[in-house]
């Protein structure tokens, strides 16, 4: 790999690719002047890169602290351990009641609720397919996944099976009669559509018939008498119905009903962090252009798919025929977030006096400089972002209050570097370290101005569990932790939090992600638990996941749940700092013990061989019994932080776990036979920087800070470049 070249502007040596992109590419199409962007560049990174080094020691000595404590109180006294967290500021007081006062908030994020995609913005075919997710086929979605179960007949096969597909229409019918309901009859005797004087008439067998609340009707395409596309509205989220007679389902339809089009992603969340292995200014660059083609609205990617090439663009908008006769315009993609990296990390994009300046300090100055050029385009232009002025960009990995401030300090500078209003810049933050949940309601009130998010994690949140308190003892194997009592009260914590400072109708309270993207028939089942728990969006892992997630928010109102929950549910702090260690870890069989080692090596091995030698930081990768998961950084933090508990605290041996992790890299190269770009790790091992990664994050696990992985990621990926 060439040395970088850079430009020295004062304290800044900026990589010189980086420098001309910003320039030519985003300061161009902004009032912003190169010299004076690059000189407040370095006035804003020299006035904040102390404050962010000094939080992060504040980290480190917080966790020596408690690492100290329980060394000298083995057995635990819960109110004598939770007053010495009061005592060293780990949790800090309550606040009193406040509301935020976020402004300008567009809709998708205030008011309706919805699933949401997090994707690697720096992948260009992911970060359209997840823009253009706003629409998706429910028919398709249907067919080709197992919510339609492959019996009687109903088999997926190569070509179109008509058994299969009347069972995928049948599920459409009942949505329809569920959701939009006649006034007489149901969509199954419906042979047509036609539009007069305002009012939807729907024709049955028996004769005509209307919606039993008309106001869901808003619109059409095609002619009043002969509609091609009908929208509705219900529980604030629209369906499209596709009429179609010459198409080869809407013909044999009696209704010529073609597909049903389910608004899905109401939001997506772009990420430049957990999903991306961006370690320098070549990876920088891209991630930072797909992020200014998606606030152009230009990007673009040419595919090749059944060896056809095409360009796929973002979606236009969608245009209709109100039924009062004026124009109807809706959004044609998701509404897009940013996620900057965290305050932990530097890179060596650009220097400040020969030292790698903080990642999330670049992230946020470089992701709102080209926000800026969307929210300056003209009020009619198509593909706008925001239609309010907004900026959103969501914060990980923040450590209590005092983080959450210096990020909205750090947005105040940039705001006012960038020439923009204060609060432009919006912030999500992200509940998922310790320090954090219990201390959410006083992270929000740091916010509470620009505050549009809060949203739970459970991967990045078990992993600081367990690095936080690795020396309290042995943690429950990791299937067992999501069903203990901590994590419930966590996430109804998050909830409350969010209800009590009036998110509603304002901000968004989240949930985390359906991790298996083959199994949407198990997520139909289990995900309807994040809107009955008030949760206005949740995360899934594709556009086809999250136009079936999005029935769940027609099944049920949100904003009703938030209602009766607003004074009904509390913080439960006590419970949420209950660590969730093993009473008595000796009857952990060795069988137990092997199984645990194994499941967890073989999904970090998994996960790390793609992130050093390919550079994929989110991926599907198939667990110890070939089941497909979406892996991202912190499935990877909670694994390799639960081995390093287990041996850290006698468990295991250091030479069980090398010998187990030789033997599931065997598994690994196994399973990634078929991919003509991977390289084994075995037998090798010594010269694969994959497996060397995966053994350091296990074996140094407990030292690393917070328990996270990019340090050596990042270490063994910039090894790996350079070697190539």
């Given at each position: 790999m060439k040395a970088r070249k850079h430009v020295q502007l004062g304290r800044l040596a900026v990589d010189s690719e980086l420098y001309d992109f910003v320039n030519a590419q985003v300061l161009s199409q902004t009032d912003l002047a190169p010299e004076n962007f690059?000189?407040?560049?370095?006035?804003?990174?020299?006035?904040?890169?102390?404050?962010?080094?000094?939080?992060?020691?504040?980290?480190?000595?917080?966790?020596?602290?408690?690492?100290?404590?329980?060394?000298?109180?083995?057995?635990?006294?819960?109110?004598?351990?939770?007053?010495?967290?009061?005592?060293?500021?780990?949790?800090?007081?309550?606040?009193?009641?406040f509301s935020i006062t976020s402004e300008n908030v567009?809709?998708?994020?205030?008011?309706?609720?919805?699933p949401q995609l997090v994707v690697p913005v720096m992948n260009a075919r992911y970060a359209l397919n997840a823009a253009n997710a706003r629409w998706?086929?429910?028919y398709d979605a249907l067919y080709g996944t197992d919510v339609i179960p492959e019996t009687g007949g109903a088999e997926k096969g190569g070509v179109y099976n008509p058994v299969r597909g009347e069972k995928v229409v049948a599920y459409g019918r009942e949505l329809l009669n569920s959701y939009l309901p006649l006034k007489n009859g149901n969509y199954q005797k419906v042979t047509g559509f036609s539009i007069d004087q305002e009012q939807l008439t729907i024709h049955l067998t028996s004769g005509p018939t209307t919606l039993?609340?008309?106001?869901?009707?808003?619109?059409?395409?095609?002619?009043?008498?002969?509609?091609?596309?009908?929208?509705?509205?219900?529980?604030?989220?629209?369906?499209?119905?596709n009429i179609d007679a010459d198409h080869p389902i809407g013909m044999r339809d009696s209704a010529h009903i073609k597909d049903i089009t389910l608004e899905a992603a109401i939001t997506t969340i772009m990420d430049c962090e957990d999903s991306v292995a961006a370690v320098d200014a070549e990876d920088k660059i891209q991630v930072y252009k797909n992020w200014l083609g998606l606030m152009q609205g230009n990007l673009n990617q040419t595919v090749v798919k059944d060896r056809k090439q095409f360009t796929r663009e973002l979606s236009p908008d969608k245009h209709f025929t109100a039924k009062t006769g004026e124009n109807l315009t809706l959004p044609g993609r998701s509404m897009l977030f940013v996620r900057n990296v965290g305050h932990l990390m530097t890179n060596p994009a650009i220097l400040l006096d020969g030292k790698e300046m903080p990642e999330g300090i670049m992230d946020?100055?470089?992701?709102?400089?080209?926000?800026?050029?969307?929210?300056?385009?003209?009020?009619?232009?198509?593909?706008?972002?925001?239609?309010?002025?907004?900026?959103?960009?969501?914060?990980?990995?923040?450590?209590?209050?005092?983080?959450?401030?210096?990020?909205?300090?750090?947005?105040?500078k940039v705001e006012d570097m960038l020439n923009m209003p204060r609060h432009t810049i919006k912030m999500g933050i992200m509940d998922e370290e310790r320090r954090t949940s219990v201390n959410l309601k006083a992270c929000v009130k740091q916010a509470k101005d620009r505050v549009v998010f809060i949203n739970t994690g459970f991967l990045d949140r078990t992993g600081d569990e367990i690095h936080t308190s690795i020396e309290a003892g042995v943690f429950h194997p990791k299937a067992e932790l999501k069903n203990l009592p901590w994590i419930n009260a966590y996430e109804?914590?998050?909830?409350?939090?969010?209800?009590?400072?009036?998110?509603?109708?304002?901000?968004?309270?989240?949930?985390?992600?359906?991790?298996?993207?083959?199994?949407?028939?198990?997520?139909?089942?289990?995900?309807?638990?994040?809107?009955?728990?008030?949760?206005?969006?949740?995360?899934?892992?594709?556009?086809?996941?999250a136009t079936l997630h999005a029935i769940h928010y027609h099944q049920i109102s949100v904003p009703s749940v938030q209602e009766q929950l607003q004074d009904k549910i509390s913080s439960d702090i006590d419970t949420i700092l209950q660590i969730p260690v093993m009473a008595n870890p000796s009857e952990l069989t060795q069988e137990q013990i092997t199984k645990e080692l194994e499941n967890n090596a073989q999904g970090i091995l998994g996960y790390v061989v793609r992130w050093v030698d390919q550079g994929v930081g989110c991926s599907k990768v198939p667990d110890i019994n070939n089941v497909g998961l979406m892996e991202d950084r912190a499935t990877c933090r909670i694994s390799s932080q639960h081995i390093a508990n287990w041996l850290h605290q006698g468990i295991c041996s250091e030479q069980q776990v090398l010998a187990i992790m030789k033997k599931m890299a065997i598994v690994v190269d196994q399973q990634n036979a078929d991919d003509a770009s991977y390289q084994n790790m075995a037998p090798d091992y010594d010269e694969s920087y994959a497996f060397k990664?995966?053994?350091?994050?296990?074996?140094?696990?407990?030292?690393?800070?917070?328990?996270?992985?990019?340090?050596?990621?990042?270490?063994?990926?910039?090894?790996?470049?350079?070697?190539?």
């Open positions: 690059w000189q407040d560049f370095e006035s804003l990174t020299s006035d904040l890169a102390p404050i962010n080094e000094s939080l992060l020691l504040t980290r480190g000595a917080l966790q020596q602290k408690i690492d100290q404590y329980h060394l000298e109180n083995p057995k635990l006294n819960f109110e004598h351990y939770k007053q010495f967290l009061t005592d060293i500021g780990y949790l800090q007081p309550t606040p009193e009641d567009d809709d998708e994020v205030a008011t309706i609720a919805g998706g086929s429910l039993e609340n008309p106001e869901q009707f808003l619109g059409y395409q095609g002619k009043a008498s002969q509609p091609t596309d009908l929208l509705f509205k219900h529980n604030n989220l629209h369906i499209i119905i946020a100055i470089i992701t709102s400089a080209i926000g800026k050029i969307d929210i300056e385009k003209p009020e009619d232009a198509e593909k706008h972002n925001s239609k309010k002025g907004s900026i959103y960009i969501v914060k990980p990995k923040m450590h209590g209050p005092d983080e959450v401030a210096f990020t909205n300090t750090l947005f105040d109804a914590s998050n909830v409350a939090v969010g209800l009590s400072t009036g998110f509603k109708g304002k901000a968004q309270i989240g949930k985390g992600m359906w991790p298996i993207p083959d199994q949407m028939a198990n997520m139909m089942q289990s995900k309807t638990t994040h809107p009955k728990a008030g949760a206005t969006t949740a995360w899934v892992p594709s556009p086809t996941a990664a995966a053994v350091e994050l296990v074996i140094e696990g407990a030292k690393q800070p917070s328990g996270y992985t990019e340090p050596v990621l990042h270490k063994y990926r910039l090894l790996k470049k350079a070697a190539s």
